[in-house]
């Protein structure tokens, strides 16, 4: 099965995604800029948003969308955002939603963190 890596530059430690035969792994997206890694800092919902807008970008960079994506998984910083996360979640997913698991952790150094798995089977 061929490994593609999408995204993966030499100076930076990230990989933004890597396809496996036909799953897609998108690494973990925050609210940074997407050419240097800085953290934009911001609101909650400003820091989802772009976290939101890095990871449909990258899925789009491995020629996947919204559609394909089978799980999410979410790294929020303070449980009192759960609920403006929700709000997002909701309108950023369609239903049928993916899996998803959230995390609250005050450990990070943005507010939310968002990856995702996408099949790009038949």
């Known amino acids: 099965m061929p490994i593609q890596h999408f995204g993966a530059r030499p ?3 990230l ?3 890597v396809r496996a035969g036909d799953w897609l792994f998108v690494s973990g997206q925050a609210a940074t800029d997407p050419e240097t890694g800085a953290v934009v800092p911001g609101s ?6 772009l976290a939101f807008a890095n990871l449909t970008r990258v899925l789009h ?3 996947a969308d919204l559609s394909q994506v089978v799980r999410v998984l979410a790294f929020v910083s303070d449980e009192a955002w759960l ?3 929700n709000e997002r979640y909701l309108a950023a ?3 049928p939603r993916p899996a998803r698991t959230t995390f609250v952790s005050p450990l990070t ?3 939310v963190e968002l990856e995702c798995q996408a099949y790009l089977g038949p």
Request: charged residues 30%; negative net charge; aromatic residues 16%.
């Open 15 to 17: 990989t933004p995604a």
């Open 61 to 63: 960079d491995a020629g």
């Open 109 to 111: 150094l943005v507010k």
């Open 93 to 95: 997913f369609p239903h």
């Open 11 to 13: 100076e930076r430690a």
């Open 44 to 49: 909650f919902a400003d820091e989802f948003d």
């Open 83 to 85: 609920g403006q996360y």
